[in-house]
Structure formats: C-alpha cells, structure tokens
C-alpha cells in the first residue's frame, strides 16, 4: 500500500509538472496545444543525445534545453500562432483554429523525430540507485525529478503571484480584454507564457527521460494527460493543476497496483468524466462561459 | 427543376452506374485503390456531417472504425453478414450516444480532449480484454466477402451518406445545427435543445464511420487493436474533410480523393517521411485554405462579375 501511495504521489507530481506548462499555454495564451506532448519527447531525446553522445548529464542538459525550448516555443508563437490569433473573431474560434493547427505540428513534430530515431523505444542510465524510503525502496532518479519537479512548481507559483510580470500574466489568463485597459501588452504577454509553458515541458521531458522509456510516437499520451488535468484543475489554476495531477496519478498507481495496469487510461477517462460532471469548470476554475 | 440541375443528375447517375461496374474492368490495384478512394470520402464526409454544422473538433474517428473492424473480426464467423453490420452499427451508435451526451453537454474543449483520447480508450480496453479473457492478442478474420463485396458495399454507403446528409440539411434538425454553428446561445433562446441535436447528429455520424470500419475488416485477414484502431485514420479524415470544406456535404469528397492519392503515393514511396509530409499538408490547409476547396469556390461565385454573367444568362 505505501509502496503504491509513493509510487502515485511521484507520478503525480510528473504529471502536475507536466500539465504547468499547458496551463500557461492554453489559460494565458489560449492555445490548446495538442502537439504539446510531441515536445516533451523532443525534450527527452535531445537529453538522451546529449547524454550518450557528449555524456553530459541530463541536469547540466536542463541548462541548455531550457533556454532552448523558450526560444523556439517563442518564435512558434509569434511566426505560426499569431496570425491564428489575428484571424480569430472570437474566443472559440481560436480554440478550433489553434486545435487544428497544432494537431498538424504535432505531426510535423512526431515525423521529423521518426525520421531521426525510428519507432523504438529509447532509454538510458541515470541515478539509478535504489534509496529507503518510508521503508520503501525507490529509484534516486525519480525521487530528485520529483524533487525538482516541487521546486519548479513552486518557483513558478511565487513568480507568477509575487512578480509584476507575474501578475500581468494572470490578468490576462483572467481577462484579456480587461487587462489591455490596464495597459498590459496582451500579445507580448501571451506570447510568453507561451514560451514558458514551453520552457517547462521541455524540463519535464528531460526529468521524465532519466526513468522513463520513450518512442517517438508516445508523446500523444503526455498530450492526453496534461489536457486532462489542466482542464480537470480549472484551466489556468496552478493548484488546480497540482490537485489534479496528484489525483491522477494516484489512481493510476492504485489501479495498477490492485486492478490491472492496462487500465490505467480508462481511470484517466472515469475521473475526467466524473469531476466534470460534477464542475464543469473544473476543480478550482470560476463557472464561466 | 432547372435544365442544369436535369443534367447534374442525369451525370451523377450515368457516374454511379459506371462506378458500380468498375471491379469488371481493373486489375486488383485499381480496385484497392477505389476502395481507398470510397472509405476516406464516406469517412470525410460523415466527419463533415457533424464538424462542419456544429464546429466541433472530432478526433475519434479511428475510434469507431475500429470498433467496426472489430465487430466483424468477433462476429463474423459465427453470424449472418447483414446481421453482423446491424450489430457493429448499434455497437458505434451508443457509444457515440454515450459519449455525446457525457461531453457534447459541456463545453467544446471537454469534447476534443475525449474524442482525442478515445481510440486509445478503447483499444486498451479491448486488449485488455484479449489479454486477460481470450489469451490471444489479434483475431483471424474469416467471412465470406470477396474484395468486389466490399467495394460494392462501400459505394452502396457512399450514396447513403450523401443522402442522409442532403435529407439532415432540409429538416429541422439541419436547420436547428446551422443555428447551433452560429451561435451556441440564441440556438438556445430560440428553444432549440442544442445536446439532443449534437448528440443525435454525432451519433448519425458515428454509425457511418463504424460500418466502414465494419465493411474494411474483411481486407486484412488478420487484425489487432494497433491496426483497427490506428490514430492516422482520425487525422487523414480531419485533414480530408477541412481540405474539401466540412461546411457543405459535397465538401469532404474534394478533399478526400486527392489527399487519398496523395497518402497512398506517400505510403508507397516514402515510408519513412510520411508522418512529416502529412503534417506539413495539414499545416498549409489551415493556413492558406480555411475553408477548404468549398469556401474558395463559394468566394468565387460570389464575385460580382460571376453573379453579373449569371444575371445576363437568366
């Protein structure tokens, strides 16, 4: 039993970690990005890259994936996004629009990566050394992406509420038309969220390749849950992501534990459904719309 | 009834009736090829069918053929054809009901992400089920349908399709979505109960895509959850139908039959980049055509000298 409530509390501090990054996406910038995952496994395998090729550690590698994938989640936005975000009239049009178009990066993404690595599956070596803990043995891999995971999110939490910037970014997730009255540049402003939203799934992706395998085709599962989880947490709410991202991943590990672990999916889809149902706003976010 | 509208159809028929005897006159690739041909227009057109009235994004596509291809692998053997496509239809009509009214009474976003994620519910639920019930993952198909069956059965379904969407536009459910794709709220005002009406047109929808599905499967001989239910068929029928223009029911066919090609030229010659060209068609659809082949030939005819000429002749 403690060794599937650890086992869930760290998966589901992944998946909070994970779903950050879509929160500011798709709350501030208002793209639902479906090619989200596609980019974490970029991540992963540029991690893997630097790791087998160069034999620099995944950690040194956040140095340099992190700036990275800010500046190419940048430009994505300003060169492909922005036009989307021109043409939309409203709201819901953006959505369908930007839904498209990055279900067709997500392709773009998926093929360029299976023309450089093929279908397999992919890992590597890193910190694994079992550690006690709470009698349990774990992996010291997953306990420091856990840990690091914690300290990126709250990172994120005190820059968001205690910055200006920060602050501008909420007034827009809130209400992008108010906060242009009070002289926040909205474009400016989405486009980087956006950038950080991307910034932090490319650090998840590296943290989740040191323990997990990964193909170039698996990254529409990451897609699926971190969709799952900002919009179960209220889209846009940090702690609504940590709540739900907790939630889910331990589900997943009880059911695996106990039912069968090709389940794990349709747990995913039960609790999804069942706290909708319930708030279709989700767990935090403010009944709108 | 105008003399071009006499002439349109006295062409659609002379065409379906040559259609209907194409397996006489190509060789085993052509044929394959028209087959290909049928399943994607049925698919696109019964995804426009939908998407295209009410806005909303569909990714399940793959979902429901493969629950289709499913049905018959299980069934096939043990009952009556005709029998074994009622019972795949009834199977893909309430789980579309069921996951309609769960999500099409929430909002678009609730929508997209569970038809996203729901072929890949159900093909881990179905080998699950193989797994752990059958001991064996993967069904030998064995029915009594030759490659000539299934192409007749498919454009039997091509024309159905096109009918039951050209009878939807002129009801008031017809009339009740384009309302709904305006504008979600007044559709409501005016009384109209908006989740009945998506759900019973996604159901509609559904059925279509599952009898494809049903009527493919004899195709392969063997089949397994990653074949029946793979993602590609979802996006190859969103990219399809947006190419045409989802918002007329003639749209999809437009874009279907070149992307077919297009896709089974790819598949055939480079394997290996095919993800990666899809990727970038779809890409350039959405940015330089967002309204597909359709929108562009309805902004054509509207042109003032078009309507001009067209005054003059009348």
Redesign the interface.
């Known amino acids: 039993m403690t060794n599937a409530v650890l086992t869930g509390l760290m998966l589901g501090g992944m998946y909070a970690l994970i779903a950050m990054g879509l929160t500011l996406q798709y709350g501030v910038a208002r793209i639902m990005n479906l090619s989200y995952g596609e980019f974490l496994v970029a991540a992963a395998f540029a991690s893997y890259w630097l790791f087998t090729g160069w034999a620099l550690s995944p950690l040194l590698g956040l140095t340099l994936v992190i700036p990275l994938s800010f500046g190419v989640s940048y430009a994505l936005y300003r060169v492909l996004l922005t036009p989307l975000v021109r043409r939309a009239r409203t709201r819901d049009a953006l959505e369908v629009e930007s839904i498209l178009a990055t279900f067709g990066m997500m392709f773009i993404v998926q093929g360029i990566m299976l023309a450089m690595f093929g279908g397999a599956y992919y890992s590597y070596s890193f910190l694994a050394i079992p550690v006690q803990l709470l009698g349990e043995s774990l992996a010291l891999n997953r306990l420091m992406a856990f840990g690091l995971a914690v300290v990126i999110g709250l990172a994120l939490y005190l820059a968001l509420t205690r910055t200006r910037i920060g602050t501008s970014i909420r007034a827009v997730a809130v209400d992008p038309a108010a906060a242009q009255l009070v002289a926040i540049n909205v474009a400016q402003t989405s486009a980087l969220a956006f950038a950080l939203g991307g910034a932090l799934v490319a650090t998840a992706g590296v943290l989740i390749s040191m323990f997990l395998t990964f193909s170039a085709s698996s990254g529409v599962v990451f897609t699926m849950k971190a969709l799952i989880i900002v919009v179960m947490g209220g889209v846009g709410n940090l702690l609504g992501c940590l709540v739900a991202g907790l939630l889910l991943g331990l589900s997943e590990a009880l059911v695996a534990t106990y039912v069968d672990p090709g389940l794990t999916l349709a747990v995913n889809f039960a609790l999804f459904l069942t706290v909708l149902l319930i708030k279709p706003a989700g767990l935090f976010g403010r009944a709108q719309r | 009834m105008s003399p071009s509208r006499i002439a349109l159809a006295v062409a659609a028929i002379s065409g379906l009736v040559m259609l209907a005897f194409l397996p006489f006159f190509v060789n085993a690739y052509y044929l394959s090829l028209a087959m290909s041909l049928l399943q994607f227009t049925v698919l696109a057109t019964a995804w426009g069918m939908f998407s295209g009235p009410t806005?909303y994004?569909s990714?399940a596509t793959a979902a429901f053929f493969g629950v289709g291809a499913y049905t018959v692998a299980v069934l096939g053997e043990v009952l009556a054809w005709p029998l074994v496509l009622g019972i795949a239809a009834a199977i893909g009509g309430l789980m579309a009901a069921v996951v309609g009214l769960?999500?099409l009474r929430?909002?678009?976003?609730?929508f997209?992400?569970?038809t996203?994620?729901l072929a890949?519910?159900v093909r881990?639920?179905v080998?699950?089920y193989e797994?752990?019930k059958t001991r064996v993952l993967g069904r030998y198909v064995f029915v009594d349908i030759t490659q000539n069956d299934i192409y007749w059965q498919l454009l039997v379904l091509a024309i159905a399709v096109f009918a039951i969407g050209w009878i939807i536009a002129r009801s008031r459910l017809g009339f009740a979505l384009r309302i709904i794709g305006e504008d979600e709220t007044v559709a409501q005002h005016c009384g109209i109960n908006v989740t009945i009406a998506k759900v019973a047109l996604f159901t509609i929808s559904a059925t279509v895509m599952t009898l494809v599905g049903a009527i493919m499967s004899p195709r392969w001989t063997y089949i397994e959850p990653s074949i029946a239910f793979n993602?590609t068929i979802s996006?190859q029928v969103?990219i399809m139908a947006?190419l045409g223009g989802a918002h007329r029911l003639w749209g999809p066919i437009l874009g279907a039959v070149p992307l077919t090609l297009l896709f089974e030229f790819l598949s055939a010659r480079f394997p290996?980049?095919?993800?990666?060209?899809?990727?970038?068609v779809?890409?350039l659809i959405?940015?330089a055509l967002?309204s597909g082949v359709a929108g562009l030939w309805d902004r054509v005819a509207a042109r003032p000298l078009w309507r001009l000429t067209k005054k003059a002749e009348a």
């Open positions: 806005r994004v990714l769960s999500t929430l909002s678009g976003v609730h997209v992400i569970f996203f994620g890949e519910l881990q639920l080998v699950w797994v752990n993602a996006f969103v947006l290996s980049t095919s993800t990666l060209v899809m990727g970038v779809f890409l959405v940015y967002p």
